[in-house]
């Protein structure tokens, strides 16, 4: 059974930088594609970024292309977001999830497995 396990989150200021990471566990990490989505408050989950199985292709939302890099290192079987220059409409709780499809990784019924999310909060 895939288990993920997200950490890193935490209280940062506008402008800041914050990475998290997201530990995976019980399958071959290499097979997956991983993807990162948030859930901001009064709002659906959103899909934020995504890194395919061998790292060489990745997706963003535009509102985090430039800020945000995702990266993954196969051999820790760990997943990464770097956060950079966040700002308040950040605020949200972050989940990663795993895929085994190789397209379309912005839509989430592609993902089959979700860490529980750590809570991110950008104050201005």
């Known amino acids: 059974q895939v288990q993920l396990q997200e950490s890193g989150g935490g209280l940062v200021q506008a402008g800041g930088s914050l990475r998290l990471s997201c530990a995976f566990s019980?399958?071959?990490?290499?097979?997956?594609?991983m993807g990162w989505f948030r859930r901001a408050p009064g709002k659906e989950r959103e899909f934020v970024a995504a890194?395919?199985?061998?790292?060489?292709?990745?997706y963003y939302t535009d509102s985090v292309k430039g800020r945000f890099t995702i990266s993954r290192d196969n051999a820790k079987n760990t997943a990464y977001l770097q956060m950079h220059s966040v700002k308040p409409e950040d605020t949200a709780v972050y989940y990663c999830?795993?895929?085994?499809?190789?397209?379309?990784?912005?839509?989430?019924?592609?993902?089959?497995?979700w860490g529980q999310g750590t809570q991110v909060t950008v104050s201005s």
């Open positions: 999830a795993a895929s085994i499809y190789i397209d379309y990784l912005r839509l989430e019924y592609h993902y089959d497995y």
């Open positions: 019980g399958r071959p990490f290499s097979s997956y594609a």
């Open positions: 890194i395919s199985w061998s790292g060489s292709s990745t």
